[in-house]
């Protein structure tokens, strides 16, 4: 026999979403680096992106799904959870790392560091 509790318990257990990395560009132009992430489904409140020292972390949920008065045939992107770790170059600004998410597609631009003009470094005598 089975205990009503555990049927409750079976209904309103979530779970997990599928993980995925997303299909991604990295380009390097004269301004800095550029990367292109296909995340179709996420909004942008859905959207995480973190720096951990030299890493930088793109999270995200897809929580679209069929309707009760539909079924999916063939899923190629549905519900799901986005995650990719991109590794910063010493050359990147990080600071002004921006991001635009635009038609499923996170754009990221990474600037480069400014340079340094070459200096002389003063000699004390004490």
């Not at 009503?4 to 390097?28: Q, Y």
């Amino acid at each position: 026999m089975t205990d009503t509790a555990d049927i409750n318990t079976a209904k309103t257990e979530v779970k997990p979403l599928p993980r995925v990395s997303p299909a991604t560009d990295i380009l390097e132009r004269e301004d800095g680096f550029y990367v292109f992430m296909d995340i179709p489904g996420v909004r942008r409140e859905d959207l995480k992106i973190d720096i951990n020292e030299n890493e930088l972390l793109v999270t995200g949920r897809a929580l679209q799904g069929a309707s009760e008065k539909e079924t999916f045939l063939e899923v190629q992107f549905g519900p799901g959870e986005y995650v990719r770790a991109v590794s910063l170059s010493d050359r990147v600004d990080r600071e002004n790392i921006s991001a635009n998410l635009k038609d499923g597609v996170l754009t990221l631009r990474l600037p480069r560091l400014e340079k340094t003009a070459p200096r002389r470094i003063p000699i004390h005598t004490s």
